[in-house]
């Protein structure tokens, strides 16, 4: 008998006569274990009749056989952000990971199409639906909210982040490009895993590497363009040009128009006003120089964890089930016996400058953080208080509360400088003091 690895060899060897038995059979057999049995006698007699490889043998043809019977026609639907690469090659992986990770849900969430998912490979999703394609009208629809819902996130990231790294900034120079085709496929699974197989599931993979000029595109094959795209369903402004891509012995023929058209629908995500912009009034502002980073002062400030390591009277931070702290929503800062809500309501940064605020819910009181690169290693640091345009209140707060509340303004700009000292030397236990003052006039005042 020869030796297991010839057998191997031998027995997949054979698949190829399989499949040829099957492509030539006019009459499929009726049953699985019929195509399985009549399948084997294609294989050599030494084989069949080994004792030891019979079961496996066995087995593996009928997972053959069923691969080729349930292989069914459907719609492969891949969108896929172009700038992946350089995005994760130049980027914090962290921040890059999150950021993709937020992109993917929503291309899952946008699915109108009831496409199923067999994969998320990376920078791409593989959806599928079996059968018939939908109407042109349909796939265009799908391929508009996607497309749609994905810069419209882009945008919304862009105006508020705090960050300021590298992962954030090129985020919204990312793009994305849709690639359909319809074609014959199956699903196998892999333990609790279901995935797709077929020669079209590579074809259309194989098209997210092409000549197309632009990143942003829909991109269909010939086979579902001429038989199932109707360009009288479509937008007047979608021009169709041709294109191929050569594979192996054989190339694919496609369509492509570019979606660049679409960005005009997405509404503009204009920045959140600062208090000045609203016509706010400025009560006091305290000002600081220190020998600091002006970014990683800004960092520590953002930083709600950190929060009541420098915050005088502030005991923790809840975060309020928001796991980034961003423009738009809120915290609540508690403090001995009482608590305050604010929103993170702004943000502006600069190549030596960057500034932020916080307000609280109702609207009346804007916290301003400001720091300044002033010179290699150097910066002026300031916080100042806007509220509403009030005579009497401006009033009150100059003869009653200023005073008080610039001491505590110096003294918070103080632990903040300190606590940049213990972050640059790395204590991780530093012995932080909170003052015995009440700062309660900082967030309760009116």
């Not at 016996?337 to 929103?343: D, G």
């Not at 003294?411 to 940049?420: A, D, F, G, Q, S």
């Amino acid at each position: 008998m020869p030796g297991r690895s010839r057998i191997f060899l031998q027995h997949h060897s054979r698949c190829e006569n399989i499949q040829r038995w099957l492509n030539n059979k006019t009459t499929r057999p009726k049953s699985l274990q019929h195509k399985t049995d009549a399948a084997q006698d294609v294989l050599p007699t030494h084989l069949q009749n080994a004792a030891f490889f019979t079961g496996h043998i066995k087995k593996n043809i009928r997972n053959l056989i069923e691969i080729f019977y349930m292989t069914t026609e459907g719609l492969l639907f891949i969108p896929d952000i172009s700038g992946f690469s350089q995005f994760v090659e130049k980027t914090e992986i962290e921040h890059c990971q999150y950021i993709i990770q937020k992109l993917l849900e929503v291309l899952i969430n946008s699915n109108q199409m009831q496409l199923e998912v067999s994969e998320i490979e990376g920078d791409a999703i593989l959806f599928y639906k079996f059968g018939n394609p939908p109407q042109s009208k349909e796939i265009y629809e799908q391929v508009e909210k996607m497309f749609c819902d994905f810069h419209h996130m882009l945008r919304s990231m862009s105006v508020r982040r705090l960050c300021q790294c590298g992962a954030c900034k090129e985020a919204e120079h990312l793009s994305l490009k849709i690639i359909t085709h319809q074609g014959e496929f199956t699903t196998y699974n892999i333990k609790e895993f279901s995935k797709l197989i077929g020669k079209d599931v590579i074809r259309a993979h194989q098209l997210l590497k092409n000549d197309i000029p632009e990143h942003e595109y829909w991109l269909v094959t010939d086979n579902l363009y001429q038989q199932h795209i109707k360009s009288e369903e479509l937008p007047e402004w979608m021009q169709w040009m041709q294109g191929s891509k050569k594979v192996e012995n054989d190339s694919i023929g496609y369509q492509y128009a570019f979606l660049k058209p679409l960005l005009e629908k997405i509404p503009e995500q204009s920045r959140f006003p600062s208090a000045a912009q609203q016509g706010k009034k400025e009560l006091v502002r305290v000002t600081k120089e220190m020998p600091a980073e002006f970014m990683q002062l800004f960092y520590l400030a953002v930083n709600l964890n950190l929060r009541p390591q420098w915050m005088e009277g502030v005991k923790s931070v809840d975060k309020m089930g928001n796991p980034n702290n961003i423009v738009g929503v809120s915290h609540r800062c508690i403090f001995e016996n009482s608590s305050q809500e604010l929103v993170t309501s702004y943000i502006h940064a600069s190549d030596t400058c960057i500034e932020f605020e916080e307000t609280t819910v109702d609207g009346q009181r804007t916290t301003h953080y400001q720091f300044c690169k002033t010179g290699e290693g150097r910066t002026t640091a300031s916080i100042a208080v806007y509220v509403k345009k009030n005579v009497l209140k401006e009033m009150l707060f100059s003869l009653f509360m200023k005073k008080r509340i610039t001491g505590l303004f110096e003294r918070i700009l103080t632990n903040l400088e300190l606590l940049y000292e213990r972050e640059s030397a790395g204590d991780p236990h530093p012995n932080h003091h909170h003052h015995d003052h009440k700062p309660d006039e900082l967030f309760h005042h009116n």
